[in-house]
């Protein structure tokens, strides 16, 4: 995509991806001649992410067919809401998801998961000493980089292995995935191999396609990616500046095409703001008014990514009444699997006030993992995914899979329709 002058001239941060090697390698060692900082690099994919003034190489970019955006900070964490548990409430008691997947627990004795099959965790960090997940911890990385960048992290000299989980996301996903105490997932056993893309708020979409090719580099069988980006294929303009998501949706189908290569089933959360996807008119208009665009290219796409990329397993929640969850985008083409992860349809329907008084939270919304009250009560598509990972992991495991994602989705979509049952499994 060529780049004017005019476009990317201001000292900021980029997203910038190559098609040779050559090319890459070339521009690389011009831009930092050039006195700008390469924040993020990835050799696979032939992308980096560059912070410094563009416009005395913008031209020879162009010339070499690079495609150029400003890094994105869209992507954001999808889980809806939490609430603490109750201190004197027995949490398996309680896990209405959990018994329900399981058959009231009994395929826990069959596929439960080992951490030979392990699921990758790209999120927000992790409570690496929760008591019902530190047995399934395999390792950690941390990906937000260790210098101030638009205020996403406020410690400055953070180490590879920080892993605050600022957002309680991560770990919220995790008791999904691999809880084993006090309360359960549907796969207790399953390892986990975390990666921290988060910082206090957003993340950039590089911190987390970096984390993919990391993660398949790493072996894991499976990567969980509760969370998700809007991005747009053309230029569209937000307080007279103007974007495109080019360079970070072609990266992104990299890294997933990378992943799948390297023989990874990746699993994502469609988003939770009720648009029906399918229908770009739609779609775009929900976009357009959300990021308050003034104008837009009359020929663009919007994609909510990764659910709607080749290869990946695309994840809604299903409620307490086997319906898909009231905040869930919908699709016919792009949701694979439904997960029990509640919704709000009885909070909604009684209010705050009763809801909490007559319990109904227990039947609106799933227990989990929380790093600030230990167990919380929670809901949203995040929650979601991580069964489906967990429960992919496990087949794995149980029908000895290793390294084959074509086997591993046909096996899954073989075997599962509707609502994700581990009964379908064995």
Partial sequence: MPLSQNKLTSNSIYT?????????????????????????????????????????????????????????????????????????????DIQWDVLRTTS??????????????????????????????????????NFVPNKKIDHQEKNISVDPLYMNDYL??????????????????VTPNTGIRVYRVFGE?????????DAIIHAANDGVDVINLSLGSYLIDEYYSINSKEYNNKAEIVAFK??????????????????????????????????????????????????????????????????????????SNKSDKYTDILSYAG?????????????????????????????????TYTTGNSLATGKVSGAIAAMNDYYNIHKDPFRSLQLFKCKTSGILNMDTLI
């Fill in 16 to 92: 910038i991806i190559f098609h040779t090697c050559y090319h890459y390698k070339f521009s690389t060692n011009i831009i930092l001649k050039n006195k700008m900082i390469i924040s993020t690099k990835i050799d696979e994919i032939l992308t980096i992410q560059v912070i410094g003034c563009l416009d005395p190489i913008i031209s020879l970019l162009n010339s070499l067919g690079a495609i150029i955006s400003p890094s994105s900070i869209g992507c954001k964490v999808l889980n809806k809401n939490s609430i603490g548990i109750d201190e004197n409430t027995k949490p398996k």
């Fill in 104 to 141: 009231n627990y009994s395929t826990h004795k069959i596929i439960s998961g080992s951490h030979d099959h392990c699921v990758a965790l790209i999120d927000s960090g992790i409570d690496v000493n929760h008591q019902d997940l530190m047995d399934n911890i395999i390792n950690v990385k």
């Fill in 168 to 185: 309680d996301h991560g770990t919220q996903v995790a008791g999904q995935i691999c809880a084993n105490g006090e309360i359960t997932s």
């Fill in 201 to 209: 708020d957003k993340a950039y979409n590089i911190w987390i396609i």
């Fill in 254 to 327: 990299r890294a997933i095409e990378y992943a799948y290569s390297k023989g990874c089933v990746v699993v994502g959360a469609l988003g939770n703001d009720d648009i029906i996807i399918d229908n770009q008119e739609i779609f775009l208009k929900n976009i357009k008014d959300n990021l308050s665009i003034s104008h837009i290219n009359k020929n663009a796409l919007v994609y909510d990514f990764p659910s709607q990329l080749p290869n990946v397993i695309g994840v809604a929640s299903a409620n307490y009444f086997n319906n898909i969850a009231n905040y």
């Fill in 343 to 375: 919704d709000t349809t009885l909070l909604e329907k009684h209010g705050m006030e009763k809801w909490l008084q007559k319990k109904l939270i227990l039947k609106d919304w799933v227990l989990s993992t929380s790093n600030s009250t230990v167990y």
